[in-house]
Every structure is written in structure tokens, then in C-alpha cells.
T-cell receptor, first 115, second 115 residues
Framework: AQKITQTQPGMFVQEKEAVTLDCTYDTSDQSYGLFWYKQPSSGEMIFLIYQGSYDEQNATEGRYSLNFQKARKSANLVISASQLGDSAMYFC????????????FGSGTKLNVKP | GAVVSQHPSRVICKSGTSVKIECRSL??????MFWYRQFPKQSLMLMATSNEGSKATYEQGVEKDKFLINHASLTLSTLTVTSAHPEDSSFYIC???????????FGPGTRLTVL
């Protein structure tokens, strides 16, 4: 069974500092995709970053980077230079390789950025 | 990125009525659309997956007759909550994927309140 685990229900970070949000996954597939989404209090889901299982380089998108450690099955999100607007829920998700049309979501991490 | 709209954004209805929620991909053809339900402070729960022109695939525990999904075109899917009851009150989010993208794009969500 596919499973995404986010062990940090809540995190605090000081503005301008970096923060790492943890995500581990469990799959026997060789081909899969990993995603991070941000959900502000307004509710919309905002795509942040994607990592393919065959990608050798860690994905980066602006202040977001994904620390992909395939052997450990972890896909941690690193946010550099945190901003107050980064306060939100963050969800890690996996797209199953054999069935590209299904995504599995973690339980989420609530990030609070302190001024 | 691609844009997905969802309408209405908020609906309040009386118990026993039916509510239809529309999900549209505005600038791309959605090969697959998903419907999620989200309870407060919880993760997204996948309800069903729909492909254009075919019957939706429902997740275990989701009542097909209660949550009717129609995917009439490559840009439109609808979710109808039939004979809604207070326990159906929730945040419903649709998403869509296209052939040119790895990630799924989310609509802004619909907050349903059944009195």
C-alpha cells in the first residue's frame, strides 16, 4: 500500500530563517512522483515543487527545494528565507507510478512563521 | 501553471436538497479530474477519480448514489451531493491533470454547509 507520512503536525520558524518539513513515503514502485502543496487559510491548494523518482538532481523552485533521498524514501521540503506569507498548511503527496492517475497525500504540517 | 475553477465557492442549503458543484479546467484539457473532501485541520480525502466520457471510480466507503460525478467533457466535471444532510457539510476540492503536466491543479474549493 502507498503511504505518505508527515511526522510534524506543527512547526514554528523565525522570519528569514530556513525550515525543513519532513516527508517519508512508502512504495514498491520504481516510477513515481513526489509533490509538495501549500494550503493557506483560504483553502486553495498551491503547487510548490515536483520531484520525479528518476531525477538525479534535487528539485528547486525559487525559495523551495526538495531534499530527495531515494534510499531513505524521504522527500523533505526546505523553505529558505521564510516569510510571513509562508504560514500555511503544507502537504506532501505522491503520484503512483503504475497508476499515474492517483495521488496520495500526507496528513500535513502547519507552518507558522514568527516575525 | 494551469488554472482550474470551481463553482460555487460557498453554498448553504437545507437538509434534503441536492447541490451541484462544477469544476472546470480553463486553459488545458483535463485527462482526469479528482474530487476530494477535506475536514477541518485534516488532509484531503480522495472521493473519486473521473475520466472524460467514462464512469467515475469511487474510493472505498464513498457512496456512489450520494455523490454523483459526471465528467461530460475534457474541461468540465460536476459533483452532485444528493439529498444533502448536515454530515455532508465539508470543504470539497476538485483537481485536474493534463497530459502536459506532472502535477495536478486544484480548484479553489467549495465550502458546503447543510442546515
Amino acid at each position: 500500500a502507498q503511504k505518505i507520512t508527515q511526522t510534524q503536525p506543527g512547526m514554528f520558524v523565525q522570519e528569514k530563517e530556513a525550515v525543513t518539513l519532513d516527508c517519508t513515503y512508502d512504495t514498491s514502485d520504481q516510477s513515481y512522483g513526489l509533490f509538495w502543496y501549500k494550503q493557506p487559510s483560504s483553502g486553495e491548494m498551491i503547487f510548490l515543487i515536483y520531484q520525479g523518482s528518476y531525477d538525479e538532481q534535487n528539485a528547486t523552485e525559487g525559495r523551495y527545494s526538495l531534499n530527495f533521498q531515494k534510499a531513505r524514501k524521504s522527500a523533505n521540503l526546505v523553505i529558505s528565507a521564510s516569510q510571513l506569507g509562508d504560514s500555511a498548511m503544507y502537504f506532501c503527496a505522491m503520484r503512483k507510478g503504475g497508476n499515474f492517475n492517483k495521488f496520495y497525500f500526507g496528513s500535513g504540517t502547519k507552518l507558522n512563521v514568527k516575525p | 501553471g494551469a488554472v482550474v475553477s470551481q463553482h460555487p465557492s460557498r453554498v448553504i442549503c437545507k437538509s434534503g436538497t441536492s447541490v451541484k458543484i462544477e469544476c472546470r479546467s480553463l486553459d488545458f484539457q483535463a485527462t482526469t479530474m479528482f474530487w476530494y473532501r477535506q475536514f477541518p485541520k485534516q488532509s484531503l480525502m480522495l472521493m473519486a477519480t473521473s475520466n472524460e466520457g467514462s464512469k467515475a471510480t469511487y474510493e472505498q466507503g464513498v457512496e456512489k448514489d450520494k455523490f454523483l460525478i459526471n465528467h461530460a467533457s475534457l474541461t468540465l466535471s460536476t459533483l452532485t451531493v444528493t439529498s444533502a444532510h448536515p454530515e455532508d457539510s465539508s470543504f470539497y476540492i476538485c483537481s485536474a491533470i493534463g497530459s502536459s503536466y506532472n502535477e495536478q491543479f486544484f480548484g479553489p474549493g467549495t465550502r458546503l454547509t447543510v442546515l
